[in-house]
């Protein structure tokens, strides 16, 4: 049987580990949380995790594109941005999907050629690359906007002292000699 075959036919047990192992990664109250609440809704985190889990073992199982890859992934690791985690804790739980699968496929993982096993592994990094530059992206745009905020107050305050004049298109335009 191959690769492919073994990974359809035990998806919804390993995408379950991975959800738990992804959530697991959120303080415990947080974790009990989303693992509870089934309510996309009442829990949107814990439905974005789910789905984006689920299309992302899709993704490797079909060898999406990087454009597919991006696009399930994105959801998530935005979330996961926002939420202060570093870097290893934001994209990490996506290697652990490698041992999730090895775990899955203890018994059949002999029969199994090297070489598709090693193609799995790269696209799951391929995936976690893609994870770590949307992070990186997120977080840039997140200083970003805490920096122009600053600015703001920053300009905001010397207005009110008197502090800033502003120059109007009729005024002379000044030469320095």
């Known amino acids: 049987m191959t690769l ?3 990974l359809e036919e ?3 047990s390993i995408v379950k580990k991975w959800v738990q ?15 509870n609440q089934m309510n996309d809704f009442l829990n949107p985190v814990g439905g974005t995790i789910r789905t984006s889990l689920e299309s992302l073992y899709d993704a490797v199982l079909l060898r999406k594109d990087a454009e597919s890859i991006k696009s399930d992934l994105e959801p998530l690791i935005k ?4 939420q202060n985690f570093n870097a290893s804790q934001a ?3 996506l290697f652990t999907l490698k041992a999730i699968i090895r775990e899955a496929l203890k018994k059949e993982i002999n029969k199994i050629d090297p070489a598709s096993l090693a193609s799995m592994d790269a696209s799951i990094d391929a995936m976690a690359l893609i994870g770590f530059d949307i992070y990186v992206q997120c977080r840039e745009k997140i200083y970003d906007l805490k920096t122009n905020e600053e600015r703001s107050k920053i300009y905001k305050a010397f207005a009110r002292a008197g502090l800033i004049k502003e120059i109007t298109a009729d005024e002379p335009n000044l030469k320095f000699v």
């Open 4 to 6: 492919k075959k073994l």
């Open 10 to 12: 035990k998806k919804s």
């Open 21 to 35: 192992i992804a959530i697991d990664s959120y303080a415990p109250d947080a974790a009990m949380f989303f693992k």
């Open 79 to 82: 979330i996961r941005a926002v």
């Open 91 to 93: 994209v990490g739980f």
